[in-house]
């Protein structure tokens, strides 16, 4: 089945600096990439996400980037706020169910 | 609109007892996903249910089981509780199935099994 790994597993960045977060995954079957960030207490939120076709997709301060022929893709995350502060996962369609990655913590510190 | 309804929030229940948790998926949505969170496997599919069938199933015991309403409702149950059963179980509705549909969570049921 989908093997999805996400690193860092832990990242703390300045207030104001940039945060990137990997994927990987394996079946190069796969043509939807969905990005979640989940806070305390609540069920992940979709903030972003990219299909197959599109290499770069780019929402305000947020953009995911897909590299289909090394079979990965990345969230960016400029001008960190503390409101960014929470847990992100990258997630995989693949065999006809969403696959997450084990999630990354990030902290923004003031 | 409202989002997705996952009732109760909390749970407490005892080995071998069985639970049924509830979800209100957002309005003209009918796919209905299920996932069990932990922190030492993070997030797991359980099944996937879309206008009242199974559509996909994950790697889980017999012991849970689900359905699907025709108002997209949808109910988990998992019987003969074990220790290991306790996690926050979410919910997510899609408009169409997961594959192409965007997944909506809601807060989750945190499960605890004494």
């Known amino acids: 089945g989908e093997n999805v790994e996400q690193h860092p597993s832990t990242l703390s960045v300045q207030e104001g600096d940039s945060a990137v977060i990997k994927c990987t995954y394996s079946d190069s079957a796969s043509n939807y990439f969905p990005w979640y960030k989940q806070e305390l207490g609540k069920g992940p939120q979709l903030i972003i996400d990219i299909r197959s076709n599109v290499g770069e997709k780019k929402d305000q301060r947020i953009a995911v980037t897909l590299n289909k022929t090394a079979k990965h893709f990345s969230l960016h995350i400029t001008e960190t706020q503390p409101e960014d502060s929470a847990v992100y996962f990258c997630a995989v369609f693949g065999t006809q169910k969403l696959v997450f990655g084990q999630g990354t913590r990030l902290t923004i510190n003031p | 609109k409202a989002g997705v309804t996952q009732t109760p929030r909390y749970l407490i229940k005892t080995r071998g007892q069985q639970v049924t948790l509830s979800c209100s998926p957002i309005?003209?949505?009918?796919?209905v996903s299920w996932y069990q969170q932990t922190p030492g496997q993070g997030l797991q599919f359980l099944f996937e249910?879309?206008?009242?069938?199974?559509?996909n199933k994950g790697n889980f015991p017999g012991r849970f089981s689900g359905r699907q309403f025709s108002n997209s409702r949808s109910e988990m149950n998992v019987s003969t509780l074990e220790l290991g059963d306790s996690a926050l179980y979410l919910c997510?509705?899609?408009?169409?199935?997961?594959?192409?549909?965007?997944?909506?969570f809601g807060s989750g049921t945190q499960l605890s099994v004494l």
């Open positions: 309005s003209g949505h009918r796919s």
């Open positions: 997510a509705s899609s408009t169409d199935t997961a594959r192409v549909g965007k997944l909506f």
């Open positions: 249910y879309f206008s009242e069938t199974q559509r």
